[in-house]
């Protein structure tokens, strides 16, 4: 019997708290893989939660510095190369941190290159010009340093070929999934959320920057619903910042009643789901969207910006507005107001389509992208 390939994983982005977007990606591969012949190796900045991996996932914490880039160049190469039995591979899961000169092949997860596309978009940290420079470079090592790049869309891909042409014949696409941990929302469930936000609601779920677009959102519902008449709830969920907070205060002074629940848990998100009327994701820049497959795959019909990376997510499973057009966002929203029933299809048709998006396919195609990486090993000996 063969023994189980070897992969060095980076968990740094389950050692951050709530989960995310690529939390979710992360714990999908270290879920769904070992049972396929891998053993996984972490290495993280911090320690990681107990709930966040299996007892069977050795982690490997080295000291955390100020910075991630700090700690991809001075710490992580260090810790790889002291791990034994020697890795066959290793998994940078977080856009960069793959060092060069290593005894084994790499794999980079560049999940989306947004900060690149559209810099004025992104929180950076102070100053701001350095940040950028620093991210870019570390992006672009990152990808010539790796044998192999997987994203998330061809949105994505060709985001990736335009900055980084060098790279094209190593990227593989591989979709996220829905997680099996999400089923269908109980009545008790949907009726308890509809009962916590005062009856019907739309909802948006996801993080606070401003490429995600709430405030246009906000701004839609206040032209669809003039002094907030006639408005559903408004229920804006995800780990709250100063930008939440803003967005809140915008919302009532249009007189919407609104709701900041914070962050979801997993367990609670197909209830909030079931209990909208509607979903509605006006992000700016995606490179995926795994809020509107969450709802496609829940039932709940949804708004959403017709942007590529979304569009090859919920194709014709949404009802679309040109991105960053807010008077287009209103007019949407004031049909579904209009005419909930309308929306009767969409949640068929979303169902269907988020079944395509099944975790024993991510797993299909990372593996496939695990063995081509690994493949350059054989190659180079």
Known sequence: MPRPTRVAI?????????????????????????????????????PVPSAAV??????????????????????????????????????????????????????????????????????????????????????????????????????????IVERIPEAASKIEVIPCAVPRWLGPATPEAAASARERFGGRYWLYLGGFDPRKGVDLLVEAMGIAFPGGRGAPALVLAGAENRLAADLARSAAGHGLRVSLPGYVPDAEISGLLGGAELFVYPSRHEGFGIPPLLAMAVGTPSVASDIPAIREVVGDAAVLF???????????LADAAKDPASLAPLARRGK??????????LAERMIRAYERAAGTRAEST
Do not use: C, K, M
């Not at 968990?11 to 769904?32: N, V």
């Not at 000291?63 to 290793?90: C, H, K, N, V």
């Not at 269907?352 to 396919?361: I, K, Y």
């Open 10 to 46: 980076d968990l740094r982005p389950l050692s951050r708290g709530p989960s995310t977007g690529i939390g979710l990606i992360l714990s999908q591969i270290l879920e769904e893989l070992p049972a396929r012949g891998f053993e996984f190796i972490g290495v993280s900045d911090r």
């Open 54 to 159: 299996t007892e069977s996932i050795e982690v490997h914490a080295g000291r955390s510095s100020d910075g991630r880039i700090r700690w991809e160049t001075r710490e992580l190469p260090g810790i790889l190369r002291a791990i034994q039995p020697q890795p066959d591979l290793f998994h940078a899961t977080w856009n960069h941190g793959v060092p060069p000169g290593l005894p084994f092949p790499s794999i980079l997860s560049l999940h989306d290159v947004i900060p690149w596309i559209a810099p004025a978009r992104v929180p950076w940290p102070w100053p701001g010009a350095l940040h950028q420079w620093l991210y870019r470079r570390q992006v672009r090592e990152s990808a010539r340093n790796a044998a192999a790049i997987v994203t998330l869309s061809e949105a994505s891909r060709g985001h």
């Open 322 to 332: 040109p991105s960053g057009d807010a008077r287009a966002l209103a007019s949407r």
């Open 352 to 361: 269907e389509r988020a079944a395509r998006f099944s975790v024993e396919a």
